[in-house]
C-alpha cells in the first residue's frame, strides 16, 4: 500500500485510516470507494463515506485530508472548498408596499380631481399599472397599495382591473387597498404624514404579513415609468445580506437636487445619504461614478448617484426602525435612509435601464410624446412583460382619410379627415374633419356620446365630448371628457410660462396647455 503526499490547505486535518483492508480500491474510513483519487466520483463518495461513519461533525466539506490510495505516486493534491451560492430569492416571501402619492400639486390641475397613480399615461393606461405590472411579471402577488389624496378613481380602477375573478388572476395572492384613516388615540387622528408615517399607521397589517413568511418588504411609488424585475433587485439585496437596499441610477446636474443622493463605497454599501441636496451641500455629493461601470464620458456627465425611491427591507428591520429607532421620523428619504446608513447595512442596486419620474406637468408631457418616438425609449409591449390595465372591451378605431405621424392611436377612437402628429389619442377621442393634433398628448374620454347625443348639442349650440372640426392644437394636455369646440386654436403662441384660467378651462405650466377634465372650450377660442 503505498501513500499519497497532499498539500494540505488551512484547517486540514489527518484521518485515521487503520481501520478496514485495501482491496485495490482507495481506502478512506476502512471503506473501500471504487476507482482513485482521479475518479470524476471521488469526491461525492468521499463525503458520502463521511456520513456512513457518522463522522460528519469531524469532518467538514472544504476540509482536506489524508487518503491513501494505490495509483497515485508522490502527487500533489489540492481539495477546493465547495461554493455555497446565497439562497435564491422567492416572490412568495416578498410583499410590495405601492405609496399611492401625495397631493400631487407639482402634477396639478391632472390631480384637481384624482390621486397621482391614477393619472392617464401611453394612451389606455394610468401610472399606477407600472408597479402593480412589475409585480405581478416579478411573480410578487402579495401587494399593498397605500392611499390618501382623491383615491376615488384609483380605488374603482384596482377594482375593475386587479381583483380574483374577473381580471388578473392572483391565485394565493392578493391586492389590498389601506385607505388613510383615523384610529383612536391621539396619533389616530393625524393623516398620514410621510412616506414612512404611511407604512407606519399600518405597521400591525406587516407584522401580520411577517407572521405568513413575509421575509422582505418592497417599497414602490406610484408614479414613475419604467420595466424591471424586482426579484433581481431582491436577489442583490439577499446576496449582500443587506438590512435595505435602495434602487439608484447615475444622474446629471441638471436634475439631480429633484432626488435623494448617495455615496458608496467599493462594496456597493451606502455611506452618506443626502434628500435632495442644493448648493453646496449638492456639489459635496458628487462622486466618480465610473465606480457603477460608467465610461469616463459618462462618468464625466453623470456626476451624482441617485435615489428612484425604490427600496427593499428585511421586514423585521422595517419594523425596528418604525416602532422603535425612529417613531417619529415620517418620511423614508429624508429620514429613515439617512439615520439607518450609520447603523445597519444599507447597500445600492444599480438599475441600468429606461426609467422617468413622473412627478410634474413637463416630465409626464416629455414621457408621454417619447413613446411616439421611433425607435422608443420605452414602450409598454413586451410579449414576456406585459402592462396590465382595466379590460374595457372596445372596439378598434376607425381612421377615415387621416395623416398620421409618429403617434399612438388607442382603441375605440374616431378619426375623420384629420391630421395627427407626435402626439397620443387616448381611449374614445373624437377627432372631426380638419384638426390638427401635435405635439399632444390627448387622455380620451370615459363614455361616449351617441350621434344623436352628438346632433342634438351641436344644434343647441353646444360642444360636445371630443375636438370639433378645423381645431388647431399644438403643445397642450387634453384631460378626460374635455369637449372643445370647432375653430378653436391652442398653441400658446406667447410662449406664456405659467398661467391659471380654470374659470376658462385650462392652466399653463412649463409653456404646455392644459386642459382641465371635463372643461368646455367654446368655437372660435383662442389660446
Known amino acids: 500500500m503505498e501513500s499519497c503526499c497532499m498539500a494540505l490547505k488551512g484547517n486540514a486535518n489527518l484521518i485515521n485510516v487503520s481501520k478496514g483492508r485495501s482491496n485495490g480500491g482507495s481506502v478512506f474510513w476502512g471503506e473501500s470507494i471504487r476507482g482513485g483519487l482521479k475518479s470524476k466520483d471521488f469526491g461525492a463518495q468521499l463525503w458520502e463515506s463521511l456520513r456512513a461513519e457518522n463522522v460528519v461533525k469531524k469532518a467538514k466539506p472544504g476540509l482536506a485530508y489524508s487518503v491513501l490510495t494505490p495509483d497515485i505516486d508522490n502527487e500533489t493534491l489540492k481539495f477546493q472548498?465547495?461554493?455555497?451560492?446565497?439562497?435564491?430569492?422567492?416572490?412568495?416571501?416578498?410583499?410590495?408596499?405601492?405609496?399611492?402619492?401625495?397631493?400631487?400639486?407639482?402634477?396639478?390641475?391632472?390631480?384637481?380631481?384624482?390621486?397621482?397613480?391614477?393619472?392617464?399615461?401611453?394612451?389606455?393606461?394610468?401610472?399606477?399599472?407600472?408597479?402593480?405590472?412589475?409585480?405581478?411579471?416579478?411573480?410578487i402577488k402579495k401587494i399593498f397599495i397605500l392611499t390618501q389624496f382623491n383615491s376615488f378613481s384609483l380605488n374603482r380602477h384596482l377594482a375593475r382591473t386587479y381583483n380574483f375573478g374577473n381580471a388578473v388572476n392572483f391565485g394565493d395572492g392578493f391586492v389590498e387597498v389601506l385607505a388613510a384613516t383615523q384610529t383612536s388615540g391621539e396619533a389616530g387622528k393625524k393623516w398620514f404624514q410621510g412616506t414612512a408615517d404611511a407604512?407606519?399607521?399600518?405597521?400591525?397589517?406587516?407584522?401580520?404579513?411577517?407572521?405568513k413568511d413575509v421575509e422582505?418588504?418592497?417599497?414602490?411609488?406610484?408614479?414613475?415609468?419604467?420595466?424591471?424585475?424586482?426579484?433581481?433587485?431582491?436577489?442583490?439585496?439577499?446576496?449582500?445580506?443587506?438590512?435595505?437596499t435602495v434602487s439608484c441610477l447615475p444622474m446629471d446636474d441638471s436634475r439631480a437636487s429633484d432626488y435623494g443622493l448617495m455615496k458608496i463605497d467599493e462594496t456597493g454599501r451606502i455611506i452618506q445619504f443626502a434628500e435632495k441636496p442644493k448648493g453646496p451641500n449638492l456639489e459635496a455629493?458628487?462622486?466618480?461614478?465610473?465606480?457603477?461601470?460608467?465610461?469616463?464620458?459618462?462618468?464625466?456627465?453623470?456626476?451624482?448617484?441617485?435615489?428612484?425611491?425604490?427600496?427593499v427591507f428585511k421586514t423585521d428591520v422595517l419594523l425596528k426602525l418604525l416602532t422603535r429607532s425612529?417613531?417619529?421620523?415620517?418620511?423614508?428619504?429624508?429620514?429613515?435612509?439617512?439615520?439607518?446608513?450609520?447603523e445597519h447595512n444599507v447597500q445600492a442596486y444599480l438599475f441600468n435601464d429606461y426609467w422617468?419620474?413622473?412627478?410634474?406637468?413637463?416630465?409626464?408631457?416629455?414621457?408621454?410624446?417619447?413613446?411616439?418616438?421611433?425607435?422608443?425609449?420605452?414602450?409598454?409591449?413586451?410579449?414576456?412583460?406585459?402592462?396590465?390595465?382595466?379590460?374595457r372591451f372596445l372596439p378598434p378605431t376607425k381612421v377615415d382619410k387621416c395623416k398620421i405621424v409618429d403617434a399612438i392611436i388607442s382603441h375605440g377612437c374616431f378619426l375623420r379627415e384629420c391630421s395627427v402628429q407626435h402626439s397620443i389619442v387616448g381611449v374614445r377621442s373624437r377627432l372631426e374633419s380638419g384638426v390638427e393634433l401635435e405635439d399632444t398628448m390627448m387622455m380620451g374620454a370615459d363614455y361616449y356620446q351617441t350621434e344623436s347625443e352628438i346632433a342634438s348639442l351641436l344644434a343647441e349650440?353646444?360642444?360636445?365630448?371630443?375636438?370639433?372640426?378645423?381645431?388647431?392644437?399644438?403643445?397642450?394636455?387634453?384631460?378626460?371628457?374635455?369637449?372643445?369646440?370647432?375653430?378653436?386654436?391652442?398653441?400658446?403662441?406667447?410662449?406664456?410660462?405659467?398661467?391659471e384660467k380654470p374659470e376658462d378651462g385650462f392652466y399653463i405650466r412649463s409653456g404646455i396647455t392644459v386642459i382641465m377634465k371635463n372643461a368646455?372650450?367654446?368655437?372660435g377660442t383662442i389660446i
Not at 372 to 390: A, I, M
Request: proline share 7%; glycine share 8%.
Open 81 to 139: 472548498a465547495p461554493i455555497f451560492e446565497t439562497p435564491r430569492a422567492d416572490p412568495k416571501n416578498v410583499a410590495s408596499v405601492i405609496l399611492g402619492g401625495g397631493a400631487g400639486t407639482r402634477l396639478f390641475p391632472l390631480t384637481s380631481k384624482r390621486a397621482k397613480p391614477a393619472v392617464p399615461i401611453g394612451g389606455c393606461y394610468r401610472l399606477i399599472d407600472i408597479p402593480m405590472s412589475n409585480c405581478i411579471n416579478s411573480g
Open 199 to 211: 407604512v407606519r399607521q399600518f405597521v400591525w397589517v406587516f407584522e401580520d404579513a411577517k407572521a
Open 216 to 244: 422582505h418588504v418592497l417599497i414602490l411609488s406610484g408614479d414613475h415609468l419604467y420595466r424591471a424585475d424586482y426579484m433581481d433587485f431582491v436577489q442583490k439585496h439577499i446576496d449582500s445580506n443587506a438590512d435595505i
Open 285 to 311: 455629493m458628487q462622486v466618480d461614478t465610473s465606480i457603477l461601470g460608467l465610461s469616463v464620458q459618462d462618468a464625466t456627465r453623470y456626476p451624482y448617484i441617485a435615489s428612484m425611491g425604490v427600496y
Open 326 to 342: 425612529y417613531p417619529s421620523c415620517n418620511d423614508f428619504g429624508s429620514e429613515i435612509i439617512p439615520s439607518a446608513v450609520k
Open 356 to 391: 422617468e419620474d413622473i412627478g410634474t406637468i413637463k416630465s409626464f408631457f416629455d414621457a408621454n410624446l417619447a413613446l411616439t418616438e421611433q425607435p422608443p425609449k420605452f414602450e409598454f409591449y413586451d410579449p414576456k412583460t406585459p402592462f396590465y390595465t382595466s379590460p
Open 461 to 499: 349650440g353646444k360642444v360636445p365630448i371630443g375636438v370639433g372640426q378645423n381645431t388647431k392644437i399644438k403643445n397642450c394636455i387634453i384631460d378626460k371628457n374635455a369637449k372643445i369646440g370647432k375653430d378653436v386654436i391652442i398653441s400658446n403662441s406667447g410662449a406664456v410660462q405659467e398661467a
Open 520 to 523: 368646455t372650450i367654446k368655437d
